[in-house]
C-alpha cells in the first residue's frame, strides 16, 4: 500500500534520513519505534509531501507519489494524524468534525468508531482532555475515508484508558480490511499489539526490522539499547 524506498532527506544541509526503506502492506499496521531525533517524524512527514526527499521513491497502492503535494496524497488516500492532538479550539467538537464534511452517515461512522465523542459535540474542543481531543484528530482524519492513515505518537500526554482505547481502534480498524496504518509510537508494548511489524530507526537508519509476536518486544528494546 505505502512503500518507501531509499529515502534520504532532511533540512536544508542536514540530512535526517539515510537510505531508509519502509513497506506497509495493504490492510496492514506497521510500527516505526526509535528515540527522540531518530528521524520518525521527518520520516512521516516526507511520506505525506510536507517535507521534498532529496533521494528515493515513495509509492502509494504502487503509483509514485515522490513529487505530489500533500493535498494530491490526500486525495489518493492519504491521511496523516501528526503530533501534538491538533484542534481547532475555539470551535466545537462538532464544528472540528464539520470543516471535512457534513454527511450525517459519515459522521455516524467515526462517532460509532469514538463514541465517547458523541456527548462532546457541544463542547468547545480546546476544553476537551488531551485524549478527547486525540480521538477528534483521528476522527476527523478518518472522515476524508483514507486508505492510508498515518499516526505520529497517538499516546503522547494522554491517559491510559484512552491510551487502551486508541490500540483498540487500530486493531478494529486494521481488522476491516479496507485500510492501511504506519504508526510512530515510543511505547513499545502498544505499538506492537497495535500493529503486525516494525521497523526501528537510529540516527536516521533502520537498524532492526522484524515482525510482532512473542520476542519481539525484546527484540526492540534491545535493538533501541543500542
Do not use: W
Not at 59 to 70: A, F
Not at 76 to 105: A, H, I, W
Not at 147 to 162: C, H, K
Amino acid at each position: 500500500m505505502l512503500e518507501l524506498v531509499g529515502v534520504t532527506g532532511g533540512y536544508g544541509r542536514s540530512m535526517v534520513l539515510h537510505d531508509v526503506s519502509v513497506e506497509v502492506p495493504a490492510a496492514g499496521a506497521v510500527a516505526i519505534m526509535g528515540h527522540n531525533g531518530a528521524g520518525k517524524t521527518t520520516l512521516l512527514r516526507a511520506a505525506v509531501g510536507l517535507l521534498p526527499i532529496r533521494e528515493g521513491t515513495i509509492l502509494l497502492d504502487g503509483e509514485d507519489v515522490t513529487r505530489l503535494r500533500p493535498s494530491a496524497r490526500v486525495k489518493r488516500g492519504l491521511g496523516y494524524v501528526p503530533q501534538g492532538q491538533l484542534c481547532f479550539p475555539q470551535m466545537t467538537t462538532l464544528e472540528n468534525l464539520q470543516l471535512v464534511t457534513t454527511d450525517k452517515s459519515a459522521m455516524d461512522g467515526v462517532l460509532d468508531t469514538f463514541p465517547a465523542l458523541t456527548g462532546l459535540l457541544g463542547r468547545r474542543a480546546g476544553l476537551l482532555s488531551g485524549g478527547q481531543r486525540q480521538q477528534l484528530s483521528i476522527a476527523r482524519t478518518l472522515l476524508t475515508k483514507p486508505r492510508m492513515l498515518i499516526l505520529d505518537e497517538p499516546t503522547e500526554g494522554i491517559q491510559p484508558n484512552v491510551v487502551a482505547e486508541i490500540e483498540s481502534t487500530i486493531v478494529a480498524l486494521t481488522n476491516r480490511g479496507d485500510l492501511s496504518v504506519l504508526l510512530v509510537e515510543q511505547h513499545v508494548g502498544f505499538a506492537l499489539r497495535a500493529t503486525g511489524s516494525y521497523y526501528v530507526l537510529e540516527s536516521g537508519r533502520v537498524t532492526s526490522h522484524g515482525e510482532g509476536g512473542p520476542g519481539a518486544v525484546d527484540a526492540v528494546r534491545a535493538a533501541m539499547a543500542v
